[in-house]
């Protein structure tokens, strides 16, 4: 059984920072790529950032030079550091993987940018 925890949301002032973390069981993590998606109220789920099972990286226009993904295959985690947040990072933020094209996410994390 494939699971997706995530960690590390909450409420941050704007231009803070916040790190999220993805821990993933039920499947041989090295091998998969993997992805941070966002859904904020009222809007579509979107995506975020990516991470190949290499460690190619890819963004969202709206998050390049702010937002750094990563993994650690030994910890079998995928994180988030984000920095100079924006109120319109507001949003469920959401681990993401796929296995013989069945697809994975976690339950998200709430991270809010707020004054």
């Known amino acids: 059984q494939v699971q997706l925890v995530e960690s590390g949301g909450g409420l941050v002032q704007p231009g803070g920072s916040l790190r999220l973390s993805c821990a993933a069981s039920?499947?041989?993590?090295?091998?998969?790529?993997m992805e941070w998606y966002r859904q904020a109220p009222g809007k579509q789920r979107e995506l975020v950032a990516a991470?190949?099972?290499?460690?190619?990286?890819n963004y969202a226009d709206f998050v390049k030079g702010r937002f750094t993904i990563s993994r650690d295959n030994a910890k079998k985690s995928v994180y988030l550091e984000m920095n100079s947040l924006k109120p319109e990072d507001t949003a469920v933020y959401y681990c993401?993987?796929?296995?013989?094209?069945?697809?994975?996410w976690g339950q998200g994390t709430q991270v809010t940018v707020s004054s």
């Open positions: 039920g499947i041989t993590f090295s091998l998969y790529a």
């Open positions: 991470i190949t099972s290499g460690g190619h990286t």
């Open positions: 993401h993987t796929q296995r013989l094209k069945i697809p994975y």
